[in-house]
């Protein structure tokens, strides 16, 4: 018979299964119809502007010249105002009173489109509240294609679909709270080294399929803004390279808002301005003496080098943005300090702790009642001179909660392990004993003994303008930081139930602690922000079961991924072979593959449906924003049941990975296309939707420049990694 509570768990999966298809549902109109009115408006509004407004519009009005990093000045006769751009992906940058969310690569480990979209509205709604008019978020460029890279961490992960879906619901988030989000960077800035000077040179089929692919999702969602890239792209400037702005951006995904260069990214006033960027930031070099648009744009324009056409569609464009997500009514006035956190913790510790990564459990976890505990490590205690006490968090000492750099914010608090340990233990009437360095020596003493040694080491990246014990943005290799391999052995030389939990801004070769006897498990807390501590003991006590599943690949060797940090210009050889699609195509065993994680429970996979009304052969519709109309038409449906088969509640991601017919020109063996987080109690089952949308499906054709659904065969793999496949099918088109 079932109970009132069993009644209430089976609704509460059932909603999930409703709530779990990958579509996602929007906040209001999307594409054409979203902008018309906003366009009308900005076009109305731009008729009775000067030209020094247009020109005061597109320019920033120098660095460190306002109160956030990114300033215009005022139209008055429009009631503009002087505009507020402010970093970034996770928090308002340099706030005081500000929520710094959980960086978004744990949010893309959470695989929960519902709590990305919570952290994107609150985000939102604290940028709104102290007058930030601009969110420079979210980050889908660098994908990660190496990973060493520095940035890495701002970004959804490395799989486009997945950094796609990510950032489409953080757009629509952001959006609807009444923040303008800025989608960066354009194009191909994979990495720190020499990103000021490099060329990036993709081919297109890579651009369209891997980097291209989670801004058309961004245009697709509206995204108010675009910040094009430091490097440059087949040898012309990102930012004045007339291909990649007015032809793919503008043209091809049919971009109706502006393009703001990236901070002194913008190289010439004429060439950027016709190439297609709209916004120059800050507006002058970090000197505060370079001026490239201002008065030499006034020149440009009044000679004719730039068409007068040109800076009204520059303005019409920042305009339409501006209206688009309302800030033309009762938006706040700048103000830093004030304190719009309220409730928002919740988020940040929730995507902590889901986003947290079981990579090995001998049993030992959860937790069960400990008595003595030892915690081991410089990671397990906040910064010993302050939690923000290293300018853009640019040192790695103490627990570690972000990368560092411009995508960083001041932490409100901070929860290290000790202190989430220390609160745990005093209700249990258990003992804490602490060794909060990483020296090997005397550590033998304090785990000798202890039912359990938790040992928390890092490895930490971040923006190339700050160098960290050596680490000039990028990782020199991909280790643990302060000799962490060491650490543990020499723990679990003194202790046999040694817990390994990880704390990182990207992959971290795990060999040598895999291999040392005495680790029973390995917790990978990924990056968790302010929570640190709190998420960790969520999962180590079983509070809640673990969900997260990895966002890239871990590797048995650096050499495994295929990519590296590149010293000259990056030709992107690789191709469309990055991270699992590299793994596959070379047969290359990984250590814990792309979407892996495990759980307190097990979950069960059967009835896969297919069905499929897709015809093969290029898009035909009209452009919209983000491309083709019919590219976003869902023109297949694939479900799976999981259920949960263990005994406690917990939650799977089920994952759909689609082989494309043989029809197609060389492609990775199997690419995500879906995912869903089934949240389900014991013995409850769910059912993940995935909705293939053309684009889902197709390729794109270098030749005829468009894309293509291939006949043939198609391959459906449903799974709980990218490798634990438990369901396959097909179906014909
Ligand atoms: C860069 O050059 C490659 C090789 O010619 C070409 O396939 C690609 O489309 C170019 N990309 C851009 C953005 O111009
Ligand atoms: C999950 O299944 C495995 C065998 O497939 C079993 O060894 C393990 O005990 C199960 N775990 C739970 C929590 O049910």
Known sequence: MLTLRDLLLLSAAAFASAEAGDKVPRQGPTG?????AAQSKAAAAVARLSQQDKINMVTGIGWERGPCVGNTSPVN??????????????????????????????????????????????HGQEAKAAGVHVILGPAPGALGKIP???????????????????SAVTIEGLQSSGVQATVKHFLLNEQEYNRETMSSNADDRTVHELYLWPFADAVHSNVASVMCSYNKVNGSWACENDKLLNGLLKTELGFPGYVVSDWNAHHTTNGAANAGMDMTMPGTDFNGGKVLWGPQLNTAVNNGQVPRSRLDDMAKRILASWYLVGQDAGYPQTNLRANVQGNHKENTRAVARDGTVLLRNDGILP??????????????????RGMNACVDRGCNEGALGMGWGSGTAEYPYFVSPHDALRTRAQQDGATV??????????????????????????????????????????????????????????????????????????????ETILNTPGVRAVVWGGLPGNENGNAMVDILYGLVSPSGKLPYTIGKSPSDYGTAVIRGDDNFREGLFIDYRHFDNARIEPRFEFGFGLSYTNFTFSDLTITSNARSGPATGPTIPGGRADLWEDVATITAVVKNTGGVQGAEVPQLYITLPSSAPSTPPKQLRGFAKLKLAPGASGTAIFNLRRKDLSYWDTARQNWVVPSGEFGVSVGASSRDIRLTGKFTV
């Open 433 to 510: 004993v602490l060794h909060s360095s990483d020296n090997t020596n005397n550590v033998q003493n304090v785990v000798s003994g202890a039912d359990v040694a938790i040992v928390v080491i890092t490895a930490d990246s971040g923006e190339g303008y700050i160098t960290v014990q050596g680490h000039a943005g990028d990782r020199n290799h991909l280790d643990p930081w302060h000799n962490g391999n060491q650490l543990v052995q020499a723990v679990a030389q003194a202790n046999k139930n040694v817990i390994v939990v990880v704390h990182s801004t990207g992959p971290v070769i795990l």
């Open 148 to 166: 060493a890279a520095g940035r890495n961490w701002e970004g959804f992960g490395v799989d486009p679909y997945l950094a796609g879906i990510a």
């Open 367 to 384: 937790l069960k009642n400990p008595r003595r505990i030892a915690l081991v490590g410089s990671a397990t205690v906040v910064n010993p």
């Open 32 to 36: 054409t119809a979203a902008w018309a």
């Open 77 to 122: 006769s429009i009631r503009y105002p002087q505009l507020c751009l402010q970093d970034g992906p996770l928090g308002i940058r340099f706030a005081t009173g500000a929520t710094t969310f959980t960086p978004a690569i744990q949010a893309a480990s959470t695989w929960d489109i519902e709590l990305i979209r919570q952290r994107a509205i609150w």
